[in-house]
């Protein structure tokens, strides 16, 4: 495309854009949805495809061999601007988005609310024309800023500059309804759940900035600390690291494999209630 979109893009901007030339359109909505009525011009993707899983960690980054196949089958080249879309408010497609900025691909947005947006603003929906995109050589390095491992966390609880921001369930992170071997959450965490930075009366868009905003500061997740986000494997997380990078926060960065490796460990810290 001649102009970079936004990280956070609007259906309504999208749909006025009379320039597609250079822009990838990913959908991981269900199949079935998919297949009755969708934004035109979207390629579906299953999630299953952006990552991976080893043993009981689960959300891992992607092979890179893979992450590049994918990017060739897809015909993503350097200068492709991708934007995803859910229906579920954002997190499948934040997830691309994350993973796109490890590997050093700038060019992604998110479709502010997804599909849900697209549908209540009137937008033109169709069933999906067969795309036969033309392959890319795109084979990106993994540069990996963005992502963090247990073992720096560890090194890192109780700095000055650093902070966590827990997206899951109030129960998970009290500990009350354990998925991994414990349950709890990382000492120190800040419980955000990622379904609060959802507006329900506004075709699941982000809530305004201001509002998002103040209850980021009341937490103590101020914009001159690091922030490391994390849910379950990585997956609702990835929204509330959408939502930061949007807010202008400069050093967000997104565990993954997240609480299915840190709560299945033996050496990791976990504080409950």
Request: with cysteine.
């Amino acid at each position: 495309m001649s102009n970079e979109l936004p990280l956070l893009i609007e259906p309504a901007a999208l749909a006025a854009s009379d320039d597609r030339n250079g822009l990838c359109l990913i959908s991981f909505c269900e199949r079935a949805s998919h297949e009755q009525h969708g934004i035109p011009g979207s390629q579906r993707l299953d999630y299953s495809e952006i990552q991976r899983k080893q043993g009981q960690r689960g959300g891992l980054l992607p092979d890179t061999a893979d992450f590049h196949a994918l990017l060739q089958r897809l015909g993503i080249g350097p200068e492709t601007q991708v934007v995803a879309y859910d229906e579920e408010g954002g997190g499948y497609a934040g997830r691309l988005i994350w993973t796109l900025h490890a590997f050093g691909h700038r060019k992604a947005s998110l479709l502010n609310g997804g599909f849900v947006a697209w549908q209540q603003a009137g937008l033109p929906c169709s069933a999906p024309q067969a795309l036969t995109p033309v392959r890319s050589d795109y084979a990106p390095p993994l540069i990996g800023d963005n992502v963090i491992e247990a073992e720096e966390i560890m090194a890192r609880l109780g700095a000055a500059d650093f902070a966590l921001l827990d997206a899951r369930s109030a129960d998970e992170y009290s500990g009350a309804r354990a998925i991994s071997r414990r349950g709890g959450h990382v000492p120190g965490a800040k419980h955000f759940e990622w379904t609060d930075a959802m507006d329900r009366q506004n075709g699941l868009r982000l809530k305004p900035a201001e509002q998002l905003q103040a209850r980021l500061d009341a937490l103590g997740l101020t914009r001159d600390k690091e922030i490391v986000v994390y849910c379950q494997t990585h997956h609702r997380s990835a929204l509330s690291y959408v939502m930061l990078k949007r807010l202008g926060y400069p050093r967000v960065r997104g565990y993954h494999g997240a609480w299915s490796d840190w709560g299945n460990r033996d050496d990791t810290p976990v504080e409950c209630g």
